[in-house]
């Protein structure tokens, strides 16, 4: 029943691993968003897809690559991971046009991504 | 200026007390604008959206003045359930981007 789910939700990787973070929604949304919360608790926005469309590029390192196969799912991978990476990683969904319009976001439960 | 700026608290406060959080934002043409609880560890979740006229649910009124560019929250009857962040959330206009604040700590003590 879990409407934005996210896997998983832990992971410890070492400097240098490429890594994946998986996301569904099943709530029929049309935009979804991968948000970054670093360890001072900032939420910062990464990417966001309209309909498979990448919509958001925000100034995130080109290790980061979000991949979009179908308006329910938005992955995002890890190349060459660094220590500076670690932080909680949403993913989330909304529906009405622009981000999330009047009826806001739904997030996924989060990954908390430690680099070793 | 930041974007969005929020009071960082934290807010202690007894149970049965009102506490009011407020929030600036810098874009004039920003178009929407969210409060949103986010529990330790835990995930943001939407509190409320905040429309011109100002609404309340239950508990909790939030207002909007956009001549001074900023919105409240105020939450009366404080429950030790309460106890979270509090984001607040100005969405601009034009495009698909969301500015979250760095949220204000309150903790409602028994």
């Known amino acids: 029943d879990t409407a934005v789910s996210q896997t998983p939700k832990y992971l410890v990787t070492q400097m240098g691993n490429d890594k994946s973070i998986k996301c569904e929604q099943n709530?029929?949304?049309?935009?979804m968003y991968w948000y970054k919360q670093d360890s001072k608790k900032f939420l910062k926005i990464m990417f966001s897809?309209?309909?498979?469309?990448?919509?958001i590029n925000e100034t995130v390192p080109n290790r980061f690559s979000p991949k979009s196969p179908d308006k329910a799912h938005l992955n995002l991978h890890i190349n060459s991971l660094e220590l500076g990476d670690s932080a909680v990683y949403f993913c989330?969904?909304?529906?009405?046009?622009?981000?999330?319009?009047?009826?806001?976001?739904?997030f996924g439960s989060g990954t908390r991504l430690t680099v070793v | 200026r930041k974007e969005v700026e929020q009071d960082p608290g934290p807010f202690n406060v007894p149970e049965g007390a009102t506490v009011a959080f407020n929030c600036t934002y810098s874009?004039?043409?920003?178009?929407?604008f969210f409060w949103y609880r986010q529990d330790c560890r835990k995930e943001p979740k939407l509190l409320m959206s905040?429309?011109?006229s100002g609404n309340e649910d239950g508990r909790f009124t939030a207002q909007l003045n956009r001549a001074s560019q900023y919105i409240s929250l105020l939450i009366r009857d404080s429950k030790l359930s309460d106890s979270a962040t509090y984001l607040c959330?100005?969405?601009?206009?034009?495009?698909?981007?969301?500015?979250f604040g760095a949220g204000t700590r309150l903790f409602v003590k028994a």
């Open positions: 989330a969904s909304s529906q009405g046009g622009f981000a999330g319009s009047n009826y806001g976001y739904t």
């Open positions: 874009n004039s043409a920003s178009q929407s």
């Open positions: 905040v429309y011109s």
């Open positions: 897809y309209n309909n498979k469309e990448l919509i």
């Open positions: 959330v100005v969405t601009n206009t034009g495009g698909f981007k969301t500015i």
């Open positions: 709530l029929g949304h049309d935009t």
